[in-house]
C-alpha cells in the first residue's frame, strides 16, 4: 500500500461518524448494509450518510454494489488489512508480535 493511499484512508476514518459506519460494516461482514439500515441503526440525515459513504469509497475502504433497487455496502477487508498491515509493519522491531489481522478477516 503506498503512502498516499495510508493518508487518504486515515483521513477517511479520521471523522467520528465515517468511523462509526465502517465499524459497522465491519461488524455485519459479507451481508453489508444498505444506507436505511444504517440510517436507522446511527440515527443519521440521508444526505449527510450519503456524503460520508462517498468518502469512504472513494478512499477504497467501503465497497458499493447495486442489488436490484438497493445499494449495498460492505467493508473492504483487503484494503483494510492492507492499511493495518503497513501500520504495523516495523513494529516490535520486525519481529511477530500479534496474530495476522488478515487470519480474523477472511
Same mark, same amino acid.
Given at each position: #500500500?503506498?503512502?498516499? $493511499? =495510508?493518508?487518504? $484512508? ?7 461518524? %465515517? ?7 465491519? =461488524?455485519?461482514?459479507? /451481508? ?24 469512504? =469509497?472513494? /478512499?477504497?475502504? =467501503? ?5 436490484? %433497487? ?7 477487508? $483487503?484494503? #483494510? ?9 516495523? &513494529?516490535?522491531?520486525?519481529? /511477530?508480535?500479534?496474530?495476522?489481522? $488478515? /487470519? &480474523?478477516?477472511?
Amino acid at each position: #500500500m503506498d503512502e498516499s $493511499a =495510508v493518508v487518504k $484512508a486515515l483521513a477517511a476514518l479520521a471523522q467520528p461518524l %465515517r468511523l462509526q459506519v465502517f465499524r459497522a460494516l465491519v =461488524v455485519v461482514g459479507d /451481508a453489508g448494509l444498505t444506507p436505511g439500515a444504517i440510517q436507522e441503526g446511527l440515527g443519521v440525515a440521508p444526505a449527510t450518510l450519503s456524503f460520508h459513504l462517498k468518502e469512504l =469509497v472513494n /478512499a477504497g475502504l =467501503v465497497t458499493q454494489e447495486r442489488a436490484s %433497487r438497493n445499494l449495498i455496502y460492505r467493508a473492504h477487508y $483487503a484494503q #483494510m488489512n492492507d492499511l493495518l498491515g503497513y501500520l504495523t509493519e516495523n &513494529c516490535c522491531q520486525g519481529s /511477530a508480535c500479534t496474530p495476522s489481522a $488478515a /487470519a &480474523c478477516c477472511r
